[in-house]
């Protein structure tokens, strides 16, 4: 079985506003952007059940050129709150590192 983190080189999330986190996913080539970019291990579904938000709501955005996708979603909780635990969101990516693409 292949993991995120075999098939692809960098991997990063960001805050994008106290609201929205935004990962980055760079696969190590063409080869392994053809053929996981659009698994359904990547899918919105997968995004809402990590990440405990709607999956109505995660917006996948394809960039084949760079042989990367983005992936936004809504954060649980604002950034800032009483809870948070993660304030720039750059931790969030490593829930993802084992899940297996096929």
């Known amino acids: 079985m292949t993991r995120l983190s075999d098939a692809t080189r960098h991997i990063r999330t960001k805050q994008a ?17 053809t053929r996981y970019h659009d698994c359904p291990a990547l899918s919105a579904e997968t995004f809402a059940r990590v990440y405990g938000t709607n999956a109505d709501f995660v917006k996948r955005i394809p960039m084949p050129e760079f042989n990367l996708v983005k992936i936004s979603y809504p954060r649980a909780t604002p950034q800032g709150g009483m809870i948070e635990r993660d304030m720039h969101s750059g931790q969030q990516y490593a829930r993802l590192l084992d899940i297996e693409l096929d």
């Open 17 to 33: 506003g106290p609201f929205w986190v935004t990962m980055d996913i760079w696969f190590k080539d063409e080869d392994s952007y």
